[in-house]
């Protein structure tokens, strides 16, 4: 299957600063990405669907000047988490469209936020 | 977002049972229905999905039943192992979706020796 390759695996930050998470399509190009966050023992809550060349559509109660995100090319976007607080640790998860309405799925970034 | 209902919240299965999960959708606007398979601190899988034009897809000890009637909707494993042990989802997408999921609530399974 295709892969995504999401980076970093985890991160741990102190309150106040940003990060930025990677999230690629190694092997096609993928004109949408979504964007998730999961909490432990719970559902995927999708935050944003990133589209090429465009800017993202966020869910409704996600704050788009604290998540940032950036799709500038067909094979990466990216998170930017601004001024982190603790209520922002959580696992953040991205997937890229694929073909046949496959989504395939990164391996999760893991932020604490001390 | 339109709601995908999940249970049970946890099963334990013996090794070589079969696992049943199941799901219930309110959207008939949906017509896609895949499920994820996700291990501990890893994202999902996708494991095996169904269309509505179908009642029963299988691969390999993997197997959907759909009941379109009912709204419902459900995973069997088959033959059940511990390396099955994860969380899955089933989730549900609308045509023209752009691949735009609602997901359940998830179930762990732990399959036991």
């Known amino acids: 299957g295709a892969v995504v390759s999401q980076h970093p695996s985890r991160v741990i930050c102190k309150s106040g600063t940003s990060v930025k998470i990677e999230c690629r399509s190694l092997?096609?190009?993928?004109?949408?990405m979504f964007w998730y966050r999961q909490f432990p023992k719970q559902s995927l809550m999708l935050m944003a669907t990133?589209?090429?060349?465009?800017?993202?559509?966020?869910e409704q109660g996600v704050e788009k000047d604290k998540f940032l995100i950036n799709h500038a090319s067909l094979t990466l976007s990216t998170l930017t988490v601004t001024s982190a607080h603790p209520e922002d640790s959580s696992f953040y998860i991205c997937?890229?469209?694929?073909?046949?309405?496959?989504?395939?799925f990164g391996s999760g970034t893991q932020l604490s936020v001390l | 977002q339109q709601q995908v209902k999940q249970s049970p919240q946890s099963l334990i299965v013996q090794k070589g049972g079969i696992s049943i999960i199941n799901c219930a959708y309110e959207n008939t606007a949906f017509d896609y229905f895949p499920w994820y398979q996700q291990f501990p601190g890893k994202g999902p899988a996708l494991l095996i999905a169904i269309r509505p034009d179908v009642s029963e897809k299988k691969e390999g000890r993997f197997t959907i039943s759909f009941n379109k009637s009912a709204k419902q909707f459900s995973l069997h494993i088959m033959d059940s192992q511990p390396g099955d042990s994860a969380t899955y989802f089933c989730a549900a997408e609308a045509s023209g979706g752009y691949q735009k999921v609602t997901f359940g609530t998830g179930t762990k399974l732990q399959v036991i020796p």
């Open positions: 990133s589209n090429e060349g465009s800017k993202a559509t966020y």
């Open positions: 997937s890229a469209g694929g073909w046949d309405e496959k989504l395939f």
């Open positions: 092997d096609f190009q993928a004109t949408t």
